[in-house]
């Protein structure tokens, strides 16, 4: 049979039971032959196999329906909503999910990967004699890491085997196995970041990630401040789709480790420390509250805390609800966002309870593609009884004014003032500039009433 453009049902791959039903494909070509009899099938010409979400394209295809196959020896590009990838001799199994690809490169996630083939298998990635990394220079990247195996789970985590750390042509260190998050917000990377902050002077930071079993891992973070010393802390943590336990260790700065932070502002202009001897954390991640615009988030932790004067047994719970964004406009230029909840605070070292409201509210004005304004209101009740400096609030009503500014594609301006709304007083002028470079990124902030500078260069992924 030939066809100028052909659909097909795919058919189940075996007489076995599956959990989920197969979905069907659709096969688009200039040329398509179809045996019903064999389940035979080759397309020629601007080849486009669809099955949901994912899309396989080639100039040249053969397979076989009634074993929910297809492959080429042609190039190919697999593209998923997190995976773009183009490599040569697909083979691959519409009806498990399941197949394989040669001579691979392309982009999972935020990261660029190449590799000598790649292993597929239903959201999971395998890469052999890989390379990947979150610059994406044509030539040799700024930083990169290559290992004997990387397994990704787009958008979850990352697992590097036998891997070395690049930057540039430079080999910084090895590791036999090398563990990274891939979620949204999260940081840590398996480079060393550099800065410098007031009082603790220069600072370099290392990140270190070791999977023990499933979804928990062993986190290392080696700190070392030319003014304070050596201030690490170790985590082990078990990451689930829905929330996470972490069991925490060393030294913490309330200037990088925030319970709950505000919409706009809300950062104080001290750096206190403690040592959590140790501290368990439990994180219900954000979900949503029926079919309502609002979600919610939940944490608990508890452990024993030190500072320079005391020890005490601390525990702190918080319970968030956040909305959905409201836009005043069709082209989201206005946005509104709003929040409130509630932190009870306790403290062994003096027997107290701490019952705090919180409420954040922040309204959003994007006036052109280089400018954007805002104004918000950070509010926080019962403040005065915190046994610990660290993670306080500094100040209980906030109101918050600022703008960023991008002055050119690689340079941004972000100022914005906090005012105490109790006291009727600028709390601090925050004054910051961030640099593109190429594939690093550089921030100078200046605290105006602390006097303080603050810097830091990291990685950039895109």
Not at 30 to 45: C, H, I, Q, V
Not at 56 to 62: C, G, M, N, S
Not at 277 to 303: M, S
Request: with cysteine; charged share 25%; net charge positive.
């Amino acid at each position: 049979m030939l066809l100028t453009s052909a659909t097909l049902p795919a058919q189940a791959a075996s007489k076995k039971k599956t959990k989920k039903p197969q979905l069907p494909i659709t096969l688009e070509a200039d040329e398509l032959y179809f045996s019903d009899k064999t389940g035979e099938m080759f397309a020629r010409g601007n080849v486009v196999i669809t099955q949901d979400k994912t899309k396989i394209y080639a100039d040249i295809f053969r397979g076989n329906d009634k074993q929910t196959e297809i492959w080429t020896d042609d190039k190919a590009r697999l593209k998923e909503p997190l995976t773009d990838v183009t490599g040569m001799k697909i083979r691959y199994n519409y009806g498990s999910k399941f197949g394989n690809m040669q001579d691979i490169k392309g982009k999972c996630g935020d990261d660029f990967i190449t590799g000598k083939n790649i292993h597929i298998e239903d959201g999971k990635y395998t890469a052999y004699d890989a390379t990947t990394t979150g610059c994406p220079a044509k030539g040799t990247p700024d930083y990169h890491v290559s290992a004997r195996k990387v397994v990704i789970w787009p958008e979850e985590k990352m697992i590097a085997y036998d891997a070395k750390v690049w930057i540039g042509k430079m080999v910084i260190y090895s590791t036999p196995v090398y563990q990274r998050s891939l979620k949204k917000g999260d940081k840590d990377t398996e480079y060393p970041s550099f800065g410098y902050q007031d009082t603790d002077g220069y600072w370099i930071k290392q990140h270190l990630g070791f999977p023990v079993a499933g979804n928990v891992s062993l986190e290392a973070n080696l700190i070392y401040y030319s003014n304070t010393g050596f201030k690490p802390n170790f985590e082990l943590v078990d990451s689930e789709r829905d929330y996470s336990m972490r069991l925490s260790y060393g030294d913490y700065s309330s200037s990088t480790t925030l319970l709950s932070g505000a919409a706009y502002g809300g950062v104080s202009n001290t750096i206190n420390w403690i040592k959590k001897e140790p501290e368990i954390r439990f994180d219900w991640y954000a979900k949503p509250i029926g079919q309502l615009h609002w979600k919610y988030n939940f944490t608990a932790l508890a452990g024993s805390w030190t500072d320079s004067v005391k020890t005490s047994w601390h525990q702190d719970y918080f319970l968030y609800f956040t909305r959905d964004p409201i836009y005043f406009d069709k082209a989201k230029t206005w946005t509104w966002v709003n929040g409130f909840g509630g932190e009870q605070v306790r403290e062994s070292y003096d027997g107290s309870v701490q019952n705090m409201f919180k409420y954040n509210t922040a309204v959003s004005k994007k006036l052109n593609s280089w400018l954007t304004v805002w104004t918000a209101f950070n509010y926080t009740s019962n403040t005065q009884q915190s046994a610990f400096a660290y993670n306080s609030i500094a100040v209980a009503q906030e109101w918050v004014n600022g703008f960023s500014a991008q002055i050119d594609k690689k340079t941004a301006f972000i100022f914005y003032n906090s005012y105490d709304a109790v006291n009727g007083r600028t709390y601090e002028n925050f004054y910051t500039l961030i640099r593109d470079l190429h594939c690093w990124t550089a921030s100078v902030q200046y605290q105006e009433k602390a006097k303080a500078w603050i810097f830091n260069l990291q990685v950039l992924r895109f």
